[in-house]
């Protein structure tokens, strides 16, 4: 079982940025290096939403975040990392980090999951 704790989320105006983190960690060795990890996200009332996903050598993102988002992680660290610019009120949503075996944004494919950090972008 892989534990995935996110943090840096909080509240910003339109235009500005926020870095995301997310750190791994499982009872035992895992091979964190090996995942594909991602950074969705779910607003109110709306179905959750991949935002990037990175694997080996390989990163994607949705639409409506490239160019303004970046999405890199640290292996020796265990951790992944999101950094937001130029930021809207659409962007304004629960982010989750997740990790699986698949390099996808879709949610459903994805194996573990944390806890979330709410990021509040106001006009």
């Known amino acids: 079982q892989v534990q995935l704790v996110e943090s840096g989320g909080g509240s910003v105006q339109a235009g500005g940025s926020l870095r995301l983190s997310c750190v791994a960690s499982?009872?035992?060795?895992?091979?964190?290096?090996?995942?594909?990890m991602g950074w969705f996200r779910q607003a109110p009332g709306k179905e959750r939403e991949g935002v990037a996903t990175?694997?080996?050598?390989?990163?994607t993102y949705a639409d409506s975040v490239e160019g303004r988002f970046t999405i890199s992680r640290d292996n020796t660290k265990n951790t992944l990392y999101l950094q937001m610019s130029s930021l809207k009120p659409e962007d304004t949503a629960m982010y989750y980090c997740?990790?699986?075996?698949?390099?996808?944004?879709?949610?459903?494919?994805?194996?573990?999951w944390g806890q979330g950090t709410q990021v509040t972008v106001s006009s």
């Open positions: 997740a990790a699986g075996d698949w390099f996808t944004l879709e949610p459903s494919r994805m194996s573990f």
């Open positions: 499982a009872a035992s060795a895992f091979p964190y290096s090996k995942y594909c």
């Open positions: 990175i694997g080996t050598g390989v990163k």
